[in-house]
């Protein structure tokens, strides 16, 4: 398994004593495991231990370090109001990624601030058309199907009924 998915072995080894907000962190890694978590901290997207030294080659910024009773954590980065530009990066190197944004104003709880997975970007998922290469077609396609109702019998008996969205 990649050392950048799942929770960081860093902080498993201390878990019990991590701070609210790693420990959250923490979390979100073991929820999230086949994905490569970014953690709303402000006005940036952060990852810890081996997915910050990931994100920090994969997106050019810069790894540094977050210190706290339990140790010193790798840190990197990228600010919100480009993100999308460093998650079409992470994508391009083959990961999903589990958006976590703060989810209450920072200003409004004298506790640590809640976030949670806003959404999980694949290649299979992308909506957001800065990370869709505008001059491509991208299709969406649905397609479902229904079994026939006995009680509706007559000359479709048993006939399936079919449904696609294009």
Do not use: H
Request: proline fraction near 5%; hydrophobic fraction near 40%.
């Amino acid at each position: 398994m990649d050392a950048a998915l799942g929770p960081p072995a860093k902080m498993a080894d201390r878990e019990d004593e991590l701070t609210p907000m790693m420990a959250q962190y923490f979390e979100l890694c073991r929820a999230y495991d086949d994905s490569l978590v970014l953690f709303q901290v402000g006005d940036f997207y952060e990852a810890f231990c081996e997915a910050a030294e990931r994100v920090a080659r994969l997106c050019e910024v810069t790894l540094t370090k977050r210190e706290d009773n339990t140790g010193e954590y790798p840190m990197a980065g990228v600010p919100i109001d480009n993100a999308e530009s460093y998650i079409d990066r992470l994508l391009d190197a083959g990961y999903r990624v589990a958006v976590a944004d703060q989810v209450e104003d920072p200003d409004q709880t004298t506790g640590v601030v809640e976030r949670r997975v806003t959404r999980v970007v694949t290649p299979g998922t992308l909506t957001e058309d800065e990370l869709l290469g505008s001059p491509d077609n991208n299709f969406v396609a649905c397609l479902t199907a229904e079994g026939a109702d006995p009680a509706n019998a007559g000359d479709d008996a048993g006939a399936e009924t079919y449904g696609l969205a294009l």
